[in-house]
């Protein structure tokens, strides 16, 4: 297969089969190549009648899959493009995380949930060695190899390099269920906690099958957040009053008053309880308010819970 490169030509090699996904940016279909026979996606972007932004959320996606390459990373395999289309063509995985939860539910194992976070932890653990922050981690964005439960982090599109300094960073980043309480707060001087927050939520879903935190809005989000892990302080949180948007926290509390937290009886449930003490612990490590205090990539793979891991399940 040719490498990444923008030729306007090649597409005619691929047979079109179903469409698979429709989202913001385009649509993906399931192709075979004609020559191999191999089953690719097709990331079609249309380029005419659309705002600016697409194309500069495609450049950076391309950009950085030809940058990133890890056996738990999607594979970009090529890229064309005409004056009306960009296509993108990656290798074909059978579904997302959402949708293997969902068809699989009661039978997630244990082991699925360990070989799976253990996959995702190793792909974030790369990116962040190379500065590098995929800010839209959620389940539709983690593909599956059916056959083998190979886990692959796609869609690059909010992706960031933070190789080059910059003085602030978008606080408009990261599927609502998934957004750091920081990010909630506008904080826009973030760094690996915004993908740390995002795995524990994540782990968290796969126990259960369903969303950990599940709000309408920004402060429907944080409230949910506070009801879950317990009303912040200087002491839980102590950069919590370092962010524009900090005076949400007195308002909800104003509003609503303090919130004792149900995170230990959530996690002391027969759903978690799978996990054991050392499984809790670590879902525990990724959801705190403090993002410099949320476990690193690399210190959760060494954790109890995820050494043996890659094991398949």
């Known amino acids: 297969m040719a490498s990444p490169a923008t030729a306007g030509t090649g597409l005619q090699r691929y047979q079109q089969l179903d469409k698979i996904g429709e989202g913001t940016y385009g649509k993906v279909y399931k192709a075979k190549d004609k020559h191999t026979g191999e089953l690719v996606a097709l990331k079609c972007i249309r380029l005419d009648n659309e705002e600016e932004g697409v194309t500069c959320t495609a450049i950076r996606e391309v950009s950085l899959l030809k940058e990133l390459k890890h056996k738990n990373i999607v594979r970009l395999l090529t890229v064309d493009l005409t004056e009306k289309k960009l296509t993108l063509v990656f290798e074909f995985l059978d ?43 959620k389940p539709q964005n983690l593909l599956i190899k059916l056959d083998s439960l190979e886990l692959k982090l796609a869609d690059f599109g909010l992706g960031k390099s933070c190789g080059i300094p910059v003085n602030k960073l978008t606080s408009e980043v990261v599927t609502l269920w998934y957004r750091a309480p920081d990010i909630l707060l506008g904080n826009n001087n973030y760094g690996n906690g915004v993908d740390l927050w995002a795995v524990g939520c994540i782990f968290a879903e796969m126990v259960t099958g369903k969303p950990l935190v599940a709000g309408r809005n920004d402060q429907d989000q944080l409230k949910k957040i506070f009801e879950l892990l317990g009303t912040p302080d200087e002491t839980t949180w102590p950069t919590i009053n370092g962010y524009p948007n900090s005076k949400n926290v007195t308002q909800l509390t104003k509003d609503h008053g303090t919130f004792e937290g149900r995170s230990k009886t959530l996690f002391a449930s027969t759903a978690f309880v799978t996990l054991g003490t050392e499984g809790v612990d670590l879902l525990t490590r990724h959801l705190q308010y403090e993002p410099s205090e949320r476990i690193s990539a690399k210190e959760a793979l060494q954790h109890p819970f995820c050494r043996g891991g890659g094991a398949t399940a």
């Open 95 to 137: 579904m997302d995380l959402k949708k293997f939860l969902d068809t699989n539910k009661g039978s997630v194992t244990v082991e699925h949930v360990r070989k799976f976070l253990h996959q995702l932890l190793e792909s974030i653990e790369f990116c962040h060695d190379r500065s590098v922050l995929h800010r839209d981690l």
